[in-house]
């Protein structure tokens, strides 16, 4: 079993940074894909980045990518999610997410979820 928990959400203004935390335990981080998901008010849940379980290989979401980092430390079992020039349209609820195995794709083949921390974007 893996637990995963996420930290640094808050309220901001447009154009503010934030950096997401997921601590992550039960498990050994390298032998998990990671990724941050999110899913505002009456919309799906949608991928926002991954990185593949050696931290070689990351993936973005189209409407995050130039401003959005995703990164990890196999040493501290820590996964983060660098958000720069935040807008309106990126408040939701962000989960930390695994898969166990390579790379990460989709909602669909996560293995384990966070439980959430919301992130709110003020105009």
């Known amino acids: 079993q893996v637990q995963l928990v996420e930290s640094g959400g808050g309220l901001v203004q447009a154009g503010d940074s934030l950096r997401l935390s997921c601590a992550v335990s039960?498990?050994?981080?390298?032998?998990?894909?990671m990724g941050w998901f999110r899913q505002a008010p009456r919309k799906e849940r949608e991928l926002v980045a991954t990185?593949?379980?050696?931290?070689?290989?990351?993936y973005y979401g189209g409407s995050v990518k130039g401003r959005f980092t995703i990164s990890r430390d196999n040493t501290y079992n820590m996964v983060y999610l660098q958000m720069n020039s935040l807008k309106p349209e990126d408040t939701a609820v962000y989960y930390c997410?695994?898969?166990?195995?390579?790379?990460?794709?989709?909602?669909?083949?996560?293995?384990?979820w966070g439980q959430g921390t919301q992130v709110t974007v003020s105009s």
């Open positions: 039960g498990r050994t981080l390298s032998s998990y894909a």
């Open positions: 997410a695994a898969r166990r195995g390579i790379r990460l794709l989709d909602t669909g083949s996560v293995d384990y």
């Open positions: 990185i593949d379980r050696n931290g070689a290989s990351t």
